[in-house]
């Protein structure tokens, strides 16, 4: 296996991105990547059989960490896939969260990011331990 010293995050993002494609093809939807700098929606999906139409956003870290995002940045209407890359040798863990649902539960989410709603952090994270439930989670794409 090649090893790099320092792996560009464009490569981490991509990866996620076509890995999260070809879940949603295995599941029999029609997906997309999106390509292009500072997209909004990273993957395009559709489900044929009950004609719905799917805005993804794929967050993609090599190892466990949390996952820096702004919930300003969340839009409740995208489903995000969240997914750690792990070493070449394990497979890639998903987690499938809506959009929505992130922004009901913020404190959840994001731990102490937001709990003091004025100073609130200057890195928010989402913290891996509260996508547990979330794991696999593709039948929002039903």
């Known amino acids: 296996m090649i090893e790099y010293k320092h792996i560009d995050q464009q490569l981490t993002g991509m990866a ?4 999260t494609v070809g879940k949603l093809f295995k599941l029999g939807l029609q997906a997309s990547v999106t390509f292009g700098n500072a997209k909004a929606i ?32 969340i839009n409740p209407e995208h489903i995000f896939v969240f997914i750690f890359l792990n070493n070449f040798e394990t497979s890639e863990t998903f987690y499938i969260v809506k959009g929505e649902t992130i922004l009901k539960n913020i404190l959840t989410f994001y731990g ?31």
């Open 112 to 142: 102490s990011s937001y709990k003091d709603p004025d100073n609130p952090s200057k890195m928010p994270a989402i913290n891996y331990g509260s996508l547990k439930d979330y794991e696999n989670n593709w039948g929002v794409f039903e």
């Open 42 to 73: 990273d993957v395009f999906a559709f489900n044929p059989m009950n004609n719905k139409t799917f805005a993804i956003q794929v967050k993609t870290l090599r190892k466990k960490n949390c996952f820096l995002l702004k919930r300003e940045n």
């Open 16 to 19: 996620g991105e076509f890995l």
